[in-house]
């Protein structure tokens, strides 16, 4: 690949460059540094001129870098070079760069910070940008920085973080620039180059009359495209999509997905505008609640840190695993229960994971259709009954195709025609009763407002594990235990 | 919710509603249908009129709709149902109905359409959109379309179609607007407004010498922030970011993530411009990929319409339930083996599959670490062995702490203190196993060039399964039996 002369071609390679050039200079810094301590006659001050030799050029790699490289780098380091080099950034970078950086990873930059330092960082910052890192930051620290800010910032920062986490509200901004409908569209451009610049993601003004009450919108496309001479009244959009603070950001992001939108106003109840939501926060909200999907399927609780303390790590997984062992040990005393039945045919220890993990499969598969259907709001009270009478039909195709496949396999390995028969009827109806339960855990953890997603899978495998092992046994029991 | 006089605000009880207001017309429309049929006297004639009546009803409804809405209906729709609806959407609007549809409901929507229809459809379409429909259009129909376009077009929409689908050049668009250098801004604004309309996210202009190479980008905000009299030139922007059409569409969306990009140019080796991507089709992206990576961890093929037939459904979740019963099959052929071992202490065939099912867990919640971190791109060469090294620290203490719970619930089962120690072992070293295997999966295959989520809780839970019983009833061959 050729860098041209001319603009920055983008590619992970450069950055990966920047990584090894980073570690590189850690890796000098930390090597000199042993070298010195080895040397007890050379003085503390040769160790600190050495350093900061070291850390000026750190600081100047890090100065030529964007904000969000830097916060990559920072990621893919370890604990303890992750702690040098964020030294090594410039006061002015640090706050955008604890903005770009993952939950896990600020609260490992954080927790090295004092109090002071971390309000001086947060003067960087924009209201909606400080109520983006509130959650991490220590009591302390920000009561120094609510004290730093003024009335009307405070009540921004309240307003913003009076909202749960999976409302708009949490996501919005106060970056917008607001507009009179007598306007003409000169004035307009007059008064946006007086401003002199506009916040990030402005692909629109909103028009608000002395009430701050939305009117429209004007796209900066419509007002580079008209007259300069018309007023805004007949230039701007009045079939416009807005939002209220309280609703759901899922929601909300399936909108921005379907209208194709850049920015859109938040409005109180009376359309009253309260913020600006923008699409850089919905694109972080679809890939994180990807994430943590796919995490939660495995019973992973939260974010983790590439690099975060193996304690950290392994209570982030314990949860799920430990009621893993519960679910496990319960299913397996359902066996317990059968043991004489196994003593009278031993093959039936052989054929019963079968029974178990097909079902767990099988309820799986149902269970992700649905979860991803109710992510993509595909599913309403209209057509939820012909949904499932599709997944039952469905069931029964499989659980007679598959039923028959495990009858005839085990057929071959035992020549035994009943047991193959209690196989293929075990198969059947566990299947059955994976697809019943694939459908109902995510349905009815939705109608309750919980996220389908969370724990559905290890819920899921338990019962059909259960259900596995004891349909199994108990028609064992009764047709070939005379 | 009051729904103020100005403005749309957006909810999906909207949407629900018009929904539950088309199905209504719908019913009406098949009810009518079935009492005229009834009545055998009744000529065709009044068949024909009720039924234009109620499709003219339909059409109203559709035309007052924003074609995304009208998709996300014919979404909700079943097959039967969903026919009688695509018909009664008027021509102007089907072809932005057809790009806003799923992939599978798509091909519903073709295959009950002539060729000459769906060329006339495509007419509506600009070159990037035909694109985006090109692998769902039949060849009869694709041969009208390529007719119908004019050599640029015709070239353009080669120059997409010669791109893989992971690479963003098949994600590119044409709707760019480009600017000479040595204007000053208030041409440049005399003439946009010659132009009269933007495309859709339009952000900012690319700024090309005569050669077609970009030099620069010119967002609209400083565009309309400087002095009209300034040259292009002094206001661009020329450390901006560009791709290159075979670039990965995974690592170009992170690159939008993590600039906040709306638009980029995407340019030839030379610096040449080629086209556009937009922010637009990367939340598209994002969104897919994350469905994707969610139902192929339950082996799921392919995005499945919500109401495609029964038949079509199984077939896409047959083949890994198939690959299941194989490698289900075989895990158990190890237990088959140690029947004589079962026979001696039956109270084994109760434990083992606690092992086996830990075992899968562990192993899911590593390699789903792994897979999203390949996904972030936090995964580089230079820290893979530090990553490898804290899994295995975190797996030694995980075996240890779940191995010695497990033989303490199993001392309490079966009073049998040497069951408990093989108890222990056997789930220590099928740990170590699952985590191995849970990093060993997603890196191979990422290493080389395969999606990494595909298959792997698959293939990872066949091996746990297996060498979870194996383990534990070879290690009690050993240890029990006398």
């Known amino acids: 690949m050729t860098q041209s002369s001319v603009g920055k071609l983008h590619s992970e390679l450069f950055l990966q460059q920047q990584l090894q050039e980073v570690i590189t200079l850690l890796e000098k810094q930390q090597l000199e540094k042993s070298l010195v301590q080895r040397d007890v006659a050379t003085t503390d001050l040769i160790e600190t001129v050495l350093y900061k030799q070291q850390q000026s050029r750190l600081q100047n ?3 030529q870098l964007h904000p969000a490289d830097i916060a990559a780098i920072l990621e893919s380091l370890p604990l303890d070079q992750r702690q040098i080099a964020w030294e090594a950034i410039k006061t002015d970078h640090e706050g955008q760069v604890l903005l770009e950086v993952s939950d896990a990873v600020r609260q490992t930059l954080i927790s090295g910070m004092e109090a002071e330092e971390l309000a001086n960082v947060a003067s960087q910052l924009n209201t909606d940008e400080i109520a983006d890192i509130a959650a991490d930051i220590p009591k302390r620290a920000m009561l120094k ?15 913003i973080l009076a909202y749960s986490e999976n409302q708009i509200g949490s996501l919005m901004d106060f970056g917008m620039i607001t507009i009179r409908s007598d306007l003409n569209l000169k004035a307009v451009i007059v008064y946006i180059r007086k401003l002199g610049k506009l916040p990030s993601h402005t692909d629109k003004l909103f028009v608000v009359d002395q009430n701050n009450v939305v009117q429209g919108v004007l796209p900066l496309q419509r007002l580079l495209t008209h007259r300069p001479a018309l007023q805004v009244a007949d230039v701007m959009v009045t079939d416009f999509v807005r939002f209220q603070g309280y609703q759901e950001t899922a929601e909300v992001a399936r909108a921005f997905e379907r209208y194709d939108l850049i920015s859109a106003p938040i409005v109180d109840e009376n359309g009253k505008l309260q913020g600006r939501l923008c699409i850089d926060s919905i694109l972080d909200f679809v890939r994180e609640k990807s994430d943590e999907d796919l995490l939660s399927q495995a019973g992973v609780d939260e974010e983790e840190d590439l690099f975060s303390s193996v304690w950290k790590s392994a209570r982030n997984r314990w949860g799920w695993l430990l009621v893993n062992v519960v679910t496990a040990f319960a ?4 066996i317990g229960v059968f043991e004489d039945v196994i003593l009278h045919l031993v093959a039936l220890a052989s054929l019963m994971p079968i029974i178990a993990a097909m079902g767990g499969n099988t309820g799986n598969q149902t269970s992700m ?3 991803r259907s109710l992510a993509l709001g595909q599913i309403t009270p209209t057509n939820v009954s012909r949904m499932i009478k599709k997944e039952l039909t469905l069931a029964i195709i499989n659980g007679t195709f598959i039923g028959l496949i495990m009858g005839l396999l085990s057929l ?3 020549q035994d025609v009943a047991l193959s028969g209690v196989m293929a009827s075990a198969m059947f109806i566990n299947l059955l009763v994976a697809v019943v339960v694939g459908l109902v855990i995510p349905l009815v953890r939705h109608k309750f407002g919980y996220d389908p997603a969370v724990g559905t899978s290890v819920i899921l495998t338990a019962i059909t594990d259960s259900m596995g092992f004891f349909i199994f046994l108990a028609l064992a029991k009764v047709f070939l235990i005379k």
């Open 61 to 63: 790699k890090f100065a």
């Open 412 to 414: 071959l390995l035992y």
């Open 331 to 334: 299913s397996t005393r359902i």
């Open 145 to 159: 920085i609510l004290r730093s800010l003024n009335g009307k910032e405070r009540s921004d920062l309240n307003a």
């Open 369 to 371: 259709l649905i979860i």
